[in-house]
């Protein structure tokens, strides 16, 4: 089975976002980035099918901050190819603008499997797998967290809430948003990611298309109310703790 | 071009949920605003009864068709697109659940409708649709105005009370006949998995200490489940943690675990993800331990501690014991 990964880099949720001074972005200047956490259940869902199946697994992802580490980094775990769009879609490009670049590019390549994330951190139109699959016309499934090839089509479960799934049979080709890989995504030592960037080459493509109708704009960013109802507890562990208790037991849960 | 407020029903099993019932009362504010009408969209096959619990809506627009039976992404999608196609309403709320997340955008693509997706709040301002979302993982709101006559908004679960979208009363049904060739998919619907039970029912739990990946490794999980000892309660986590295997499913909490609410929820190195939020935010009291000020579990949290959990929780657990 020949799978195609698309990637993102996603500001990292960990350090502190800053708004921009008209306060429609993010201030972008000392972000750091890391891959969308979900697109690396993708990747790691791509390779297991690869090492089980055989079969090829191509990333690919717009340039940007990062975007040739990322690359690297996933050739480095078992990718066979690494392609990048160059076209100029700076970061906070809405979803369908890239969805219908990819859909332009991909049109081109030989697949079965699209395996995306099922969402990310900045998916303010959509998220991109279900509009990548419209712009293609392939069947798509998201919540994606279990996936078996099966007479030339593929077994899926999607997740409900509550631990139900459905399971499905999907044609191929077809778009997959996955939650989560069967196993937690692999690693790939530093000294491998060096080798790779030595001896890999990113293949870089052009998008024909990045016309795509969004019809919606950002108007205004603003971080929730900070701590909006929680009293903060300060001091010691020890007098942390001794809050915490003296809480408890004025709320009766704890005599 | 009508005024009126779409909600896709959300159902599973034969029975709605909740979150149909949030979007509907928020509907009802909304169309108080544009001057048009209430409309549930209710898709499936032998469930027109359903019809009767959706009083909020003035009129339901119901699709019976074999294909619709059980949702299935293609199917339902092509037989929303239809009746947008048909209908071309002002707003249609979509919930931004596993379902909703195959059709908001199928449909935002199908029928050229902008889309705004992970939204809290929708608004009309000026005779424009407002939505802000809830982004980058409950860190920041963004609001967007979306353009054009006719727009889709999916709604997250638990952004709006359910209460105000369950009246009784018999809004009239319209039958909706099924689009050409809605059986001929390339998804097809196989069966539901039910989830296997565990050793703990977490919803029946009076306590419950939760644990994200805040914690790093597997080995330091026996140090928080020494605090639910203590505390008499059980251990719960985010997801991260069962995608990990390092608990079982049955103690997720969240979108895609379960709904707790109970007496104290005390969270340990939980970011507070919308997705985790939508689990646990009905809890009596709410303690979280984060070092990171402005991670979002706060903005739920009746109390929060900005400390290292690696030094806070043994030294809880100890006083508890003593
Ligand atoms: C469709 C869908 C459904 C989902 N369903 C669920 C669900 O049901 N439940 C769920 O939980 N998630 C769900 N998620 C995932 C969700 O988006 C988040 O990825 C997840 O909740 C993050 O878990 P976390 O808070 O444990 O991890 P992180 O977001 O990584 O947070 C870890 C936190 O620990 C803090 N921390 C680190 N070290 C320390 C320390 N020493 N002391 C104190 N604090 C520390 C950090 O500041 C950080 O805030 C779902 C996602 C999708 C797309």
Redesign the pocket.
Known sequence: MNIIVPVKQVPD??EELEINEDGTDLDRDYLSYKLN??DEHALEEALLLKEEHGGTVTVIAFEGEDTDKALYTAIAKGADRAVKITNDLPPGTPNHVLAKALASVLSGMEYDLILTG??AADDRDGQLGVLLANYLDVPHVS?VSGVAPNNGAVTVQK?YAGGVMAEFEVDLPAVLGV?AARQTPRYAPVSRVRQVMRQAEIEEVEASDTEAEVGSSIRRMFKPEKGAGAQMLEGSPEEIAEQIIKILQEKGIKK | MSQDVFVVAEHLQGKIDDVTYELLGKARELAGQSGGHVVAVLMGSGIQDQAGSLGAADKVLYMEHAALENFNPESYAKALSHILEQNKPRLTLIPNT?MG?DLAAAVSVKNNLPLVAYATDVQFDNGQVVATSQLY?GKINVESVLEGDSSVVSVLAGSFPADAGKQDGSPAVETVAAPDGLDQTRVRFKNLIQPEGGDVDITQQDILVSV???I?SEDNLPMVEELAEALGGALAS????VDNKWLPKTR??????LKVKPKLYFA?????????IE?MKDSELIIA????PE?P?FEVAHYGVT????DVVPALTEKLKS
């Open positions: 949720l960990v956490e979900f099922v969402q919540v997740e939650q | 596993s997340m993982g994200g990946r805040g790093q985010s997801r991260p943690i997720q909490v969240g979108k895609s675990g340990v190195g939980i970011s507070g993800a919308p997705e985790h689990g331990i984060n070092t990171d991670a579990i400390e290292d959990l690696f």
